[in-house]
T-cell receptor
Framework: EAGVTQFPSHSVIEKGQTVTLRCDPI?????LYWYRRVMGKEIKFLLH????????ESGMPNNRFLAERTGGTYSTLKVQPAELEDSGVYFC?????????????FGPGTRLTVT | KNEVEQSPQNLTAQEGEFITINCSYS?????LHWLQQHPGGGIVSLFM???GKKKHGRLIATINIQEKHSSLHITASHPRDSAVYIC????????????????FGTGTRLTIIP
């Protein structure tokens, strides 16, 4: 079974540009999560999809961030326009069912650098 | 405020030593995860706990729900154990429906010297 994959692995963009990150969850996993770690800080939750619906987007920092999961399969996270403070590692995770004990499987992350 | 604290932040030990990393959290949880991240690598889930103790190879994780505390132990540590170890919890709310998000500690950077 393939794990969670993320693309790209690294992205370097200039302030003001747009970047789109992609996450492909494990096949059959309805739950998809986006997290990020900015320099020197702990990993923080951004949002949670159940299939194609946003279940919880309380962690999204501002309206420059847009997440989508059309069709309930892969998800994209767009940052537009990017700011310096958006630099960090963006992780995606997936889990199979909506169960309070369900394990989350993490992708390798996308390292975003905004210059 | 729902918080997760880990200690120590950094730990350097000699190969073979017994390692303990601690995690404390502020309010009730439904699950606690121990995660591992090697330099330049992705995040790997080591354990998910809601009570008691789990063991996998040289790794042991324990949790005390009453004291809101968990420990990760590594026996006979090896240089390949060098990584960042992260504690993450799912806090318990009145209604947990849909509340799957994890709250993370800052991580413990472990270095095992040969």
């Amino acid at each position: 079974e393939a794990g969670v994959t993320q693309f790209p692995s690294h992205s370097v963009i200039e302030k003001g540009q747009t970047v789109t990150l992609r996450c492909d969850p494990i096949s059959g996993h309805d739950n998809l999560y986006w997290y990020r770690r900015v320099m020197g800080k702990e990993i923080k939750f951004l949002l949670h999809f159940v299939k194609e619906s946003k279940q919880d987007e309380s962690g999204m920092p501002n309206n420059r961030f847009l997440a989508e999961r059309t069709g309930g399969t892969y998800s994209t996270l767009k940052v537009q326009p990017a700011e310096l403070e958006d630099s960090g590692v963006y992780f995606c995770a997936s889990s199979k069912e909506l169960d309070r004990g369900r394990e989350q499987y993490f992708g390798p992350g996308t390292r975003l650098t905004v210059t | 405020k729902n918080e997760v604290e880990q200690s120590p932040q950094n730990l350097t030990a000699q190969e073979g030593e017994f390692i303990t990393i601690n995690c404390s959290y502020s309010v009730g949880i439904s699950a606690l995860h121990w995660l591992q991240q090697h330099p330049g690598g992705g995040i790997v889930s080591l354990f998910m706990l809601s009570s008691g103790k789990k063991k996998h190879g040289r790794l042991i994780a324990t949790i005390n729900i009453q004291e809101k505390h968990s420990s990760l132990h590594i026996t006979a540590s090896h240089p390949r154990d060098s990584a960042v170890y992260i504690c993450a919890v799912r806090f318990l709310f009145i209604s947990n429906f849909g509340n799957e998000k994890l709250t993370f500690g800052t991580g413990t950077r472990l270095t095992i010297i040969p």
